[in-house]
């Protein structure tokens, strides 16, 4: 699935940096290591991301060891586990609710730059909702005043023939919807 031809699963209506429209979620990871520095220049990435008032409310909980995944693995889903466990690293993505009312939509955009720029270090990424929040704040050590958002696997690329069967199929690039069911002019339209 490396070889893919995007504009068979998706085309912008309007000219956008290819970028947008490239990046996706695969879940095929390849066992190989990430170094530390391409993770951290994924990570600064994240970092200068637009914050409300620079509020900055985004943490990052990495984990890149063995031990540091198996204790990921405890509380990331079972239909997440069927895929992820082959990623090198994971990040929890979390935010500080003190820092105001914008504090996950700001996560939410360190998210994007961060995904954004895994793809141009020729990383893949995929963010799971599908955890165990309570386990994972106890496990993990993190005050309540901490919202937690996703966990992101985040590697190198494998072929799709590596994943169990009920995952080849979905191995491919998810579609948007068009603009016209997106955006609203002057008000809300149901």
């Known amino acids: 699935m490396k070889n893919i031809n995007m504009q068979d699963y998706r085309k912008?209506?309007?000219?956008?940096?290819?970028?947008?429209?490239?990046?996706?979620?695969?879940?095929?990871?390849?066992?190989?290591?990430?170094?530390?520095?391409t993770l951290m220049t994924v990570l600064e990435?994240?970092?200068?991301?637009?914050?409300?008032?620079?509020?900055?409310?985004w943490r990052f909980i990495v984990a890149r060891s063995e031990e540091d995944r198996k204790q990921f693995h405890s509380f990331i889903m079972d239909?997440?586990?069927?895929?992820?466990?082959k990623a090198p690293a994971y990040v929890l993505i979390i935010s500080?609710?003190?820092?105001?009312g914008a504090h996950a939509f700001d996560a939410g955009t360190a998210w994007g730059f961060l995904?954004?720029?895994?793809?141009?270090?020729?990383?893949?990424?995929?963010a799971m909702g599908g955890f165990y929040k309570d386990q994972a704040r106890e496990t993990l050590n993190i005050p309540e005043r901490f919202q937690l958002h996703a966990v992101i696997a985040i590697g190198y690329q494998d072929e799709k023939e590596k994943l169990e069967e009920v995952f080849q199929e979905r191995e491919v690039p998810s579609p948007r919807r068009p603009l016209?069911?997106?955006?609203?002019?002057?008000?809300?339209k149901a």
């Open 12 to 37: 912008a209506d309007y000219p956008i940096d290819e970028m947008f429209v490239n990046r996706w979620s695969p879940r095929s990871f390849a066992e190989k290591e990430l170094d530390e520095d």
């Open 45 to 57: 990435a994240a970092r200068w991301s637009p914050s409300g008032s620079n509020k900055q409310p």
């Open 79 to 85: 239909g997440n586990l069927a895929w992820c466990t």
């Open 96 to 100: 500080d609710t003190e820092a105001g």
């Open 115 to 126: 995904s954004l720029q895994a793809m141009k270090q020729g990383l893949i990424t995929h």
């Open 180 to 188: 016209t069911e997106t955006v609203m002019e002057g008000k809300f």
